[in-house]
T-cell receptor, first 112, second 115 residues
Framework: ETGVTQSPTHLIKTRGQQVTLRCSSQ?????VSWYQQALGQGPQFIFQ???????GRGNFPPRFSGLQFPNYSSELNVNALELDDSALYLC???????????FGPGTRLTVL | AQSVTQLGSHVSVSEGALVLLRCNYS??????LFWYVQYPNQGLQLLLK??????LVKGINGFEAEFKKSETSFHLTKPSAHMSDAAEYFC?????????????FGKGTKLTVNP
């Protein structure tokens, strides 16, 4: 059974650019959640995807968007990058309605 | 909305000493509570969870936590610290939002273990 994987590991972008982060869920899991972890902070919920639709969103602007594919993998897209978007982005997978989420290793995004 | 407060952003213990990491939550309904551990430059690993069964929950690596409703607490303990326990620990509560379950995290406690 493979765990949650994310790519890339690290990424450096400049302000105003766009970025796409990818996540493959743990085998059999049909729900993917994305979190942003700023330096020295706990993770903050961005949104969750189930059946290829967004299902629940945190306090993040519309320039944060996502996709889920039929194989349950997911993408997080961020447009018009700002310096404050620099963070570790964590993907978590689970079964729909389950109480436990399993996290990937994260993608470290640096915006210059 | 649910919230989690972790008292002490940094905790330092000696190897072999008791580890106590504090977590208090606010929730209007019986919560699901979690402790996750994060090693440097890594993602989050589930240590243990409380889901309305036994109030004393045992997790991996010798950690355990006790759910105390009267104190709205879910403190994490380990009788004897090991050097490998040095990491950041996050307490989280599960919150339902439109059918989805999201996790609300505390700000974390960084545990240092001294030889």
């Amino acid at each position: 059974e493979t765990g949650v994987t994310q790519s890339p590991t690290h990424l450096i972008k400049t302000r105003g650019q766009q970025v796409t982060l990818r996540c493959s869920s743990q085998s059999g899991h049909n729900t993917v959640s994305w979190y942003q972890q700023a330096l020295g902070q706990g993770p903050q919920f961005i949104f969750q995807y189930y059946r290829e639709e967004e299902n629940g969103r945190g306090n993040f602007p519309p320039r944060f968007s996502g996709l889920q594919f039929p194989n349950y993998s997911s993408e997080l897209n961020v447009n018009a990058l700002e310096l404050d978007d620099s963070a570790l982005y964590l993907c978590a997978s689970s079964y729909w309605g389950a109480d436990t989420q399993y996290f990937g290793p994260g993608t470290r995004l640096t915006v210059l | 909305a649910q919230s989690v407060t972790q008292l002490g952003s940094h905790v330092s213990v000696s190897e072999g000493a008791l580890v106590l990491l504090r977590c208090n939550y606010s929730s209007s309904v019986p919560p699901y509570l979690f402790w996750y551990v994060q090693y440097p430059n890594q993602g989050l690993q589930l240590l243990l969870k409380y889901t309305s069964a036994a109030t004393l929950v045992k997790g991996i690596n010798g950690f355990e936590a006790e759910f105390k409703k009267s104190e709205t607490s879910f403190h994490l303990t380990k009788p004897s610290a090991h050097m490998s326990d040095a990491a950041e620990y996050f307490c989280a509560v599960s919150e339902s939002q439109g059918g989805s379950e999201k996790l609300v995290f505390g700000k974390g406690t960084k545990l240092t273990v001294n030889p």
